[in-house]
Structures are given as C-alpha cells and as structure tokens.
C-alpha cells in the first residue's frame, strides 16, 4: 500500500515535472570494453565511453533507436542532466515523449564515441589521446592508434550486445553521426531497420577531406601543439581555439553568421594598419575559445581523421557497399550546406534501391547546422518514417 | 610608296599572324605617378604600375573597354607576349577580334593593380611591400599603406586621364575586378557607360570577410613570415603556398576539385599513422608551390585586406552609393560559386534601377572559378551588352 502510493506520487511528481518543464531527465552512465581492436589492428584496453537513454525499452526489445552524435556533439541529444542546466541536449525538439521520435514508444539511445572532442565536459566520457593509458600511467597522445567511423560503430555495437540489443527500429545521426548511421547499416544489414543520414553523405571525397585537413593545420602549426606531446605543458590553445572557429564558420550559411558577426565596414582600424583584426573575427574566436574549454586539441585531429577516412564500408567500393543496406532510409541533407553539399546526400541515395529509400531538404539560414538547429522543420518526415 | 608598301606589309603580316594563332600579341607598359595619396591618407612615392592594351583607340576616345583583374590575376587579361607563350591571357576567350569583347570595335585596356600578387612574374609592374621604397632604398614591408579598392581604381584613372580617356563604354571585372569595376561605376557615374560585374558583389559581408582571413592566417602563423621583415631571410614560403592552396580550393567547386585530386579512399597511410597526409592535400600544395614562385606573401595580406574593406563608395551604405550608379550593368554571377554567392550580386542587383540592371548565370563545375574558365557561357550576352 505504502509502495504504490510513492510509486503513484513518485509518478505523478514526475509527470507534474515533464508538464512544467516539458523535459526529460536524462543520467549519463558508462560503458566499458576491456580490450578493444581498431579497424587497423591495433589495441586499446579499455576502451571507456559514455552513454544515455531516453523512454523504455520493451519486453522484446525491439523498440530501440540509436542517435549517433556529430563532430562536436555528445550523446547528449535530448533532456537535461538537471532541471538548472541552461540548455538540453541537441535534438531535443525531435526527441521526447510525443515528439517525432517519441520516447512513449521507443528506447533511443545515445553512446559518445572515441576521442569525443568534448573529453573535458564531466558529462562526456570518453577514450582517446588525453585520457590515460594505464599501460603508461600518461596520456596517450599521438600512441593512440588512427580510429575509424566503423571503430565507432564497434563500440556502440558491443553496448547494445551488452543490452542484448540485437534489432534497432532506427538509426539516426547528423553529419558525421550520419557516417555512424550509414555504417551501421552497411555492417549489420540485419540489424538495421531505418537509417535517417541526417546532415550527411556515405563517402568524403578530395574537396571534403582537404576542407577538413584545414581545421587541423591551426592545431599542427602551433608550437605548442609540441607534436602531440603537450600534455605535460597545457593545450595549443591558440590553435584549437583556430580550429574551432573554423568548424563554426564551415557550419553556418553565410545568412546565419552574418546574423551573428560585426559587419566590416563598421571597423575602422583594419583601414588604418595592415595588423589590425575585423571585430567579426575576434568574437568569432572568443566564441570559439568558449566552447574550446572543454576540448582537446588531439582529438580534434582525430576526429579529423576519422571522417577524412569514412566512406561506407571503409573499401574501395562504397557505392558497392551502399547497395547492400537492407534498412529502408530517409537522407535529409539542409538546402544550404556547404561543407556536406545536398549533392552528397543524393550521390549517396542514388546508388541505393528506390524503393527503399526516400529524400527530403531541411530549410533555413543555417546552412550544416540546420540539421541540428531547424531539425523540426522535418519533424513530421521523421515521425512518418519511423510509424 | 615605299611607307605605303612597307604598311600594307605589317598589316598583311599582323593579320596573317592572327589567322595562323587566332592570338593578340600584346606589350606590357609602365605607368608612373610620382606622388599618389591613398584613401587613408598616406603618400607613396612613386606608384608604379604594369598595363597593356588590345585594339585601337579611336578619334574621339569614346571606344575603351576597361578590364579590371581579379585576386590572382593581372593586366594580362588577352592575347600573348610571345607567340611562344604557353597560355594566353585569362578572358582571351572573350577578349580579341570578332570576340564579345570585340577588338576591332573597342580599347581594349587592363592594368596591374597596386599590390599585385604575382610581383615577382617578369611581366608584371606593381608597387607595394615586396618594391622598393626609394625613400629607404629598401622593401616597404608592412610600412606600405594599408591600399583600397579605391586606391587601385585611383591609379587607373590616372592612366586613363594620361591617355586622354575620359569616358568608358564599359568597366568589366571578375571577382576582386568585380569590385574595382562597381567602384569606378560608383566614383566616376558621369564617366562609365556600362558596368559588367563577374562572379562579384558590391559589398563583403563578416562571413566573406573571415574567410579571407582564414588565407591570411597560414601567412602570419609562419615563424619565416617574421611580422612581414622577411626580405632579407626569404619568403615564408610554408604559409604562402598554403594560402595559395586555399585560395585555390575556395574558388572551385567540388566537382572540379575532385576532378584534379586523388580520392581519399586510395590513401592507406593515413589509416595507420595520424600525421600521414592525403594524397590530394599534397597535390595540392605541390601546384600552390608553383603558383607561388612569383607571388609575394605580403602583397597576398594587402590583397586580402583590399577585399575585405570593400564595399561600393567605401562608406558606411553601400546601397545608398550603389543606387547612385548611372551605368547600364550586368551582373553575371557563378551559379556554383561558394566564395561570392550568387545572393551577392542578387543583393547587390536589387538596389539599383531595374531598367539599369540585368542578372544572368555562370554555369559550370567550377563554381567561383566559372566565372574565369567558363566565360565564354556567357559571350553572347556579354556581346549584345555591349552594343
């Protein structure tokens, strides 16, 4: 009697709480493998990342969706870890009970990846080049071996096994979660159901990796980058911070950053002395540096790499692979992206069976990130896709 | 007689010349001012520049065709110096006899601008950091004047003033010449008769204006760069010809990209070694080195910070300035261009007179660099704007 009554209150004070803040609450848990072996060979014990979940998980457990995350994403995709936190996971607006993912219905889960940027943030967790190598007792760094996006799928794979999780309803990821998601379809035809590339593309060609390597040149020519090995002297802040900067840049349509960003013409130094710095460039960087806190310059690089690298499969013959999904599958590239073009999107949908796999564009003025910001505006497509 | 004889000669050589290549043979000049003030009111003496000339002015100088140069580019705009001459100049396509830029009707004329890029190619005349400053009998380095789009038209107009040239039948501009040519449109109304704007804009908004900060950095992040005091050690040749490899990557589009460049997929090395670069990133540093051999890596920050200071009349409303232009204008922006969007000239276009103003597109795989490449789309509607 006691019992229910607290489960009854303990229920209703948890409805009462969604009611008044319309979100849910969400616990980071951790997840550990003791020995893991990358797609090219090498060892990593243990390999420790973070996860969350969202809604409930069936008797059968055939009502999971997976969320991989973007490049400078978590596994954070929806609710707050406390009601107090200023902001809720990235794709909250889709993610939540009666949302177009409904976590009435399904399971969602999300797992950081390796060398997540954000290895710094207490709510991410994490393996890569700055965390510890207890062989060593030091930091990885530059030892910790090239991984891939099919190493990501790995990982979050042996969590789902773990589970006893063998079916997903969906996977859905953004722009380099949309790599994860693709893989995974390719890897475990029979696993897969739905797979939403999100933001995305199954290969990086030339133009995109050389894009990419730009990131990593403010990293590589900071001194104090000290060829990877600066964990006993502090981060290449300078350089990081760079970098950075450039991803926000590479991520927004022109619309969106000028929206945000001091128009030229209102400086009036930079007309006066060949040195001095438009104001758009330096808030641009002191909104990098912000968000630079919380990462390490390394694993940017790394994350670099492993999208530099990901076509579906890891072969020689992507379209090859892509032609074997099984998943029916929805691409939603944004009409204005400029770092993973729409042309992707449909490259990447073309070489699969038509009737398996359909194609919508995410307006806006954010060009990339309205795959995150503006993902409501395809709200209903996804809802539709997954029922 | 014998002058009658010798004349029809030449002319009958000129002209069999021209049916034997289908190329100008063009000169380059010199043109001096001992004294220029620029915009920002500094002196620099004096201010040498390189031009050169395809056509014949006529009686009352009412048939000149200004063409003003891009970023990288030079006066060279037709024809050849030397029938030896690996390629022609960058418009030769539209720019000769019979052409949309017709030379047995018009002037044909271009000038080097202040700062030129490539000040190291023989056949180029320019003033700026990497020239001598008599005063000193040393490089001006960064004492050089911060130079305007303004200040590159106001030595144009010297020359043109020094020929006798008082009206223009036509500015024609691609790119940064987009910019020059809308300032002479702006400054001069009374004196341009019609205006065409390639791959161009009349203003850099903060997005343009950090993307061409972001081909500065490499420069300045060069230890060998040593705050611009570098001509007596060399050039930082590291950051220059990575500058040069972005300016190159931005200005094409994908598709031409990847045509030139290896794909990522047939690297193996950067699978197993995170330093290991991409076969494209080294292709294209490597032709960057080579474009770079001529270029100087101040005049290439002056450059970047001419361009980014724009924005027609040089004031705080460029719309207002723009409305005031009195020359028939065509804007032909690059359908693929993701440097100077075609919503650049789009926005440019809608504060001028629509009697005044016509819009057409590049097609093309190259994006910004269809505007260069692929002009020849657009020959007919170039020729029947000018006649």
């Given at each position: 009697m006691l019992k229910t009554l607290l489960m009854c209150l303990c229920v209703l004070l948890y409805s009462q709480h969604l009611l008044a803040t319309d979100t849910l609450l969400v616990k980071k848990q951790a997840f550990e493998i003791a020995e893991f072996t990358t797609q090219n060979g090498k060892t990593i014990s243990p390999v420790r990342v973070g996860w969350e979940a969202y809604g409930h998980l069936n008797a059968d457990k055939s009502n999971a969706i997976l969320i991989t995350h973007f490049?400078?994403?978590?596994?954070?995709?929806?609710?707050?870890?406390?009601?107090?936190?200023?902001a809720t996971g990235y794709w909250d607006a889709i993610i939540g009970?009666?949302?177009?993912?409904?976590t009435n219905k399904f399971y969602v889960i999300s797992v950081d990846t390796l060398?997540?940027?954000?290895?710094?943030?207490?709510n991410v967790i994490t393996t890569g080049p700055?965390?510890?190598?207890p062989a060593t007792g030091?930091?990885?760094?530059?030892?910790f071996p090239v991984v891939t996006i099919a190493d990501f799928v790995e990982v979050q794979r042996h969590l789902l096994d773990s589970l006893g999780?063998?079916?997903?309803?969906a996977v859905i990821g953004a722009s380099m979660g949309s790599f994860q998601a693709i893989e995974w379809a390719v890897r475990y035809p029979e696993r897969v159901k739905r797979l939403i590339p999100v933001i995305g593309t199954a290969y990086l060609d030339a133009w995109a990796a050389v894009r990419l390597e730009r990131w990593a040149y403010p990293i590589k020519q900071d001194p104090a980058w000290r060829n990877g090995n600066y964990y006993d002297y502090g981060q290449p802040l300078h350089g990081l911070r760079t970098a950075v900067a450039y991803i926000t840049q590479d991520a927004l349509y022109p619309t969106a950053f000028n929206a945000r960003f001091s128009e030229p013409?209102?400086?009036?130094?930079p007309h006066q002395d060949i040195l001095a710095p438009f104001s758009a460039w330096q808030e641009l960087m002191a909104q990098a540096q912000t968000r630079a806190a919380v990462q390490d310059a390394n694993h940017i690089l790394y994350l670099i790499r492993a999208s530099q690298l990901y076509?579906?499969?890891?072969?020689?013959n992507w379209q090859q692979a892509l032609s074997q999904v099984k998943a029916k599958t929805l691409f939603l590239p944004a009409t204005?992206?400029?770092?993973?073009?729409p042309t992707m999107s449909q490259r990447s949908a073309a070489v699969m069976p038509p009737p398996t796999v359909s194609y919508a564009e995410i307006p806006g003025d954010?060009?990339?990130l309205d795959g995150i910001v503006n993902i409501s505006a395809v709200a209903e497509q996804i809802a539709l896709f997954l029922n």
């Open positions: 490049f400078s994403g978590t596994s954070h995709a929806a609710g707050k870890y406390q009601p107090s936190d200023p009970p009666g949302k177009a993912i409904d060398v997540n940027a954000n290895v710094f943030d207490p700055a965390t510890i190598n030091k930091p990885w760094g530059l030892t999780i063998t079916q997903l309803h013409a209102d400086d009036v130094a076509r579906a499969g890891m072969g020689d204005g992206d400029q770092l993973l073009l954010f060009g990339h």
